[in-house]
């Protein structure tokens, strides 16, 4: 859960507005969306980060480069939606930085959020917690990548819901059930 906190921190790192703004929600789509969109350099942080306190077997240095390329895929299809949730956790965009981020062509947007993602995620990763980390990657590897931002998505909402979230830049949109 630590990391998928680490994805949104990142995300919000650029946007300047997003501490002053009341936490949004994200429906399920949005944060599965953006979920999708980051686990590639998430998944590439984690294993930079780890690399030195796994051994040479394990799932994150043998397959991690292997999983965020499949993972990756599916950018471009997650991009559209993962940019307008990323810009709706930025609030409304009234300061100049904000501006100047949505006014950038989508390809260097991206490749500052993926640096800043993958940069986020290597840095604050606690290298005592690798192995557990690397056992969850490993178990879910084998899902598609789409199931398993969504799954991500549903993980958020479950902890929101019971209040052991320490997310207070958004959260996930209460639904029907």
């Not at 950038?104 to 995620?121: F, K, R, S």
């Not at 557990?132 to 398993?148: F, H, K, M, S």
């Given at each position: 859960m630590r990391t998928l906190a680490l994805?949104?921190?990142?995300?919000?790192a650029i946007l300047p507005g997003a501490a002053q703004a009341a936490a949004p929600c994200l429906t399920p789509a949005e944060a599965s969306s953006l979920a999708a969109y980051a686990l590639p350099a998430a998944i590439n942080g984690t294993t930079k980060r780890c690399a030195s306190a796994l051994a040479p077997t394990s799932f994150l240095r043998q397959g991690g480069g292997e999983l965020a390329a499949r993972y990756g895929a599916r950018k471009t299809q997650s991009w559209p939606?993962?940019?307008?949730?990323?810009?709706?956790?930025?609030?409304?965009?009234?300061?100049?930085?904000?501006?100047?981020?949505?006014?950038?062509?989508?390809?260097?947007?991206?490749?500052?959020?993926?640096?800043?993602?993958?940069?986020?995620?290597?840095?604050?990763i606690?290298?005592?917690?690798?192995?557990?980390?690397?056992?969850?990657?490993?178990?879910?590897?084998?899902?598609?990548?789409?199931?398993?931002a969504?799954?991500?998505?549903?993980?958020?909402?479950?902890?929101?819901?019971?209040?052991?979230?320490q997310n207070d830049k958004f959260s996930i949109c209460k639904t029907g059930s």
């Open positions: 994805i949104g921190a990142s995300l919000l939606a993962a940019k307008a949730a990323f810009f709706k956790i930025g609030g409304d965009g009234k300061d100049e930085s904000t501006a100047m981020l949505r006014g950038l062509p989508d390809a260097p947007l991206q490749q500052m959020l993926d640096a800043i993602i993958e940069g986020m995620v290597a840095q604050e606690p290298t005592q917690r690798c192995g557990e980390i690397d056992r969850i990657v490993g178990l879910l590897a084998p899902l598609p990548a789409q199931n398993t969504d799954l991500i998505a549903v993980m958020l909402g479950i902890a929101g819901k019971t209040g052991k979230a």
